[in-house]
Every structure is written in structure tokens, then in C-alpha cells.
């Protein structure tokens, strides 16, 4: 098998390792999750991952607290996730560094682009937490920051849904699918591929976004061989 892609960012949500359970960490989905990691890194593909925190905390949920505040204490939850990411990957035989944007040297390594893309090209998986470090930017901002910083050639969001739809297909059993979608039909239709930052950030770096659904597993290895899931922005 060859990948088609030498470098990849991959997106996870915290939700997504939460499985059935909705909350916290289901240990043995992540499990699953790292499994399918592994075998796209034994093809020699690296790995970036960011990871959110709506299993544990949502900033702009928060309702009356402060949004600084609220934003920070979600980068903390995205800092759990990326700890459990790491048991897992380790688990499996997966080599990986944890680097974080807000410094917390007894558990993780600084964000350090040189020092990350140094991993990668020695095979090693990083997960990066804390998002970009910055209050009023999401995770999903945070992913596309990093993989132009690394200089991944796609980013691959995978979600609970099998890609972009024109309405939600949980609400709608009619709703169309894409398979092909341009940054400005992204943003000019308000899909809810990414926010608009990160939509704009991509299309500013000419980053496509493979966005397709964590169910099953292993959908992240077929991404990586270039077979047709999700929906393509590009």
C-alpha cells in the first residue's frame, strides 16, 4: 500500500474519544483510534495531531463566566485528551511527543515548530494541546495553524458524520452530501466544516481539508490512501 500523503494533521474531537459515553475518556476507543494511527505510521506517514476538549469543557458554553477564562480552562481539557492520545499511541508501539502552547514542562514539551517537524521526520506522532495558546480561537483554528507550520500537505477533521452536508442529516434524512466542496462555499454558505478562521486560514495557505466520519476507525488509514470518503474543500 501507498499513502498518498507524506505528512498529514490530523483533527480529533474530544467527543470522539469519549465513544458512547459522551463525556470524559473511553480508553478502549481510543485504543481503537491509535490502532488506526499506527498502521498509517508504519506506511512511514507523519503525523500531527490536535485534539479538542468537548468532552471534558466548552468555552463558549460557558454562560456567564469570563471567555478568557472559560477558553483557558478548555485548553486544559484539550491537554487531558492529548495525554490519553499519547498512553494510547505509546500502547500500540507508536512512538510520541506531547508539546503544548501554554508551558507546563513537567508534563509535556513547549510547542517548538523545528523541534516538532524534528519529530516527524524521526517517525514520532505529535499531539499538540492547548489549541493555539490564545484565548477566542478554536481547535479547529488551532489545526489548521499548526499543520501550515509544519507544512502538512492536508488536513484530515475527522467527525461524527461521514462529511459536509447541506443540512444536518441526523434532523434531515433528505440532506445532500458533498463530495467536493471550494474554501468560499465553505464560508459563503456558513457549512459547518470549520469556523470561518480556520476555513479562511486553509484557504489562505492552500491547505485542503479532508473532513469524513472517526466511524469506523480505520476510515483514517483509508484517508491516507487516498480512497473517496468524507468531503474534500480544497
Not at 63 to 92: C, F, K, P, W, Y
Not at 93 to 122: C, F, W
Not at 186 to 204: E, F, R
Request: aromatic share 6%; net charge neutral; hydrophobic share 40%.
Amino acid at each position: 500500500m501507498e499513502p498518498k500523503y507524506k505528512r498529514i494533521l490530523l483533527k480529533l474531537s474530544g467527543e470522539a474519544l469519549a465513544g458512547s459515553n459522551k463525556m470524559g475518556i473511553d480508553f478502549d476507543r481510543v485504543l481503537e483510534i491509535c490502532a488506526s494511527i499506527k498502521k498509517c505510521t508504519d506506511l512511514g506517514v507523519e503525523i500531527g495531531i490536535v485534539v479538542g476538549g468537548g468532552n471534558f469543557w466548552r468555552g463558549r458554553s460557558s454562560g456567564q463566566m469570563d471567555r478568557t477564562r472559560a477558553d483557558h480552562m478548555g485548553m486544559l481539557a484539550t491537554v487531558i485528551n492529548s495525554l490519553g492520545i499519547a498512553d494510547g499511541l505509546e500502547q500500540v508501539g507508536v512512538d510520541v511527543r506531547v508539546q503544548t502552547a501554554i508551558s507546563m514542562q513537567q508534563i509535556a514539551e513547549p510547542y517548538i515548530r523545528n523541534r516538532a517537524t524534528r519529530h516527524l521526520e524521526k517517525g514520532r506522532v505529535v499531539v499538540f494541546g492547548c489549541g493555539t495558546g490564545n484565548p477566542f480561537f478554536s481547535t479547529d483554528t488551532a489545526a489548521a495553524l499548526r499543520a501550515a507550520e509544519i507544512e502538512a500537505q492536508i488536513v484530515f477533521k475527522a467527525t461524527n458524520v461521514d462529511g459536509v452536508y447541506d443540512c444536518d442529516p441526523r434532523k434531515n434524512p433528505n440532506a445532500k452530501k458533498y463530495d467536493k466542496l471550494s474554501y468560499l462555499d465553505v464560508l459563503n454558505n456558513g457549512l459547518q466544516v470549520m469556523d470561518s478562521t480556520a476555513a479562511s486560514l486553509c484557504m489562505d495557505n492552500e491547505l485542503p481539508i479532508l473532513v469524513f466520519s472517526l466511524e469506523p476507525s480505520d476510515n483514517i488509514l483509508k484517508a491516507v490512501l487516498g480512497e473517496n470518503i468524507g468531503t474534500l474543500v480544497c
